[in-house]
């Protein structure tokens, strides 16, 4: 049981953490606003049809952070492999995005 409560404790100071990063309150403020209008006008099942895939966005956004902070911890010098790493991370959450995008819509307008 010891260890579930640090896990919580560790899991509670990377939100905390995350918060602090631009991208990340970006992303959190598309999903806090897009599930109420979807809500509003599709109602309550279409948001249990659309949540997994904003939170899909928030944990994708989370991984990169941790690519990037570790590839800035590994090597401070640009590298193109560290280069590589954080544009393929970057890519995952562009799609991660554009896949929350496309199920709203989806959602929305079909």
Request: one cysteine or more.
């Amino acid at each position: 049981m010891e260890h579930f409560f640090k896990a919580l404790s560790y899991s509670r100071d990377g939100f905390c953490f995350l918060v602090k990063e631009t991208a990340f309150r970006q992303e959190l403020l598309m999903l806090v606003l897009a599930l109420p209008l979807v809500a509003w006008l599709k109602g309550a099942q279409s948001v249990l049809e659309t949540l997994p895939w904003g939170l899909l966005v928030l944990i994708v956004e989370a991984l990169n952070t941790g690519i990037e902070k570790t590839v800035d911890l590994c090597s401070p010098q640009i590298h193109p492999l560290a280069k590589a790493a954080k544009d393929v991370s970057s890519f995952a959450c562009g799609t991660a995005i554009a896949v929350f995008i496309f199920v709203c819509a989806r959602t929305l307008f079909f």
